[in-house]
């Protein structure tokens, strides 16, 4: 059974850093494109960063400030952000799609199968 956990979430100030983990079981990591997507209350669903075979995307948002990266051997995603702005304040949330070994053309929550239940960051000004 797929199951994906966040952690690493907090509260920090603007400019602050934090590294956000993503532990998966019931999967590899490496076999499935793997996202981080984040949310703020009145606000659809936003792509961050994902990765699949060693190549990592980013939102324009995230571009320069945030690395995804994955760790086989703890079957971890992991998300380091830096130089946090009071915009980046969300719920993140990371996702795969199981369906298919290769990342879609997009970057839609819809095109994720499995979820986390999400870690909370808060930055403040």
């Known amino acids: 059974q797929v199951h994906l956990a966040e952690s690493g979430g907090g509260s920090v100030q ?5 590294r956000l983990s993503c532990t998966a079981s019931g ?4 076999m499935f ?3 981080w ?6 606000k659809e669903r936003e792509g961050v960063a994902r990765i699949h075979r ?5 939102a ?13 051997a703890t079957n971890t995603m992991y998300l380091q952000m830096n130089s946090l702005k009071p915009d980046d304040t969300s719920m993140y949330y990371c996702a795969t799609d199981t369906r298919s070994y ?6 839609r929550p819809s095109q994720y199968n ?4 999400g870690t909370q960051v808060t930055v403040s000004s």
Not at 37 to 42: I, M
């Open 14 to 18: 603007a400019g602050g850093s934090l």
């Open 27 to 30: 999967f590899r990591v490496t």
């Open 33 to 35: 494109c793997m996202a």
């Open 37 to 42: 997507f984040r949310q703020a209350p009145g």
């Open 54 to 58: 060693g190549v990592p995307e980013y």
């Open 60 to 72: 324009d948002s995230a571009k320069g400030r945030f690395t995804v990266s994955r760790d086989s």
């Open 102 to 107: 290769e990342c879609s053309d997009g970057f």
């Open 114 to 117: 499995s979820w986390g239940q």
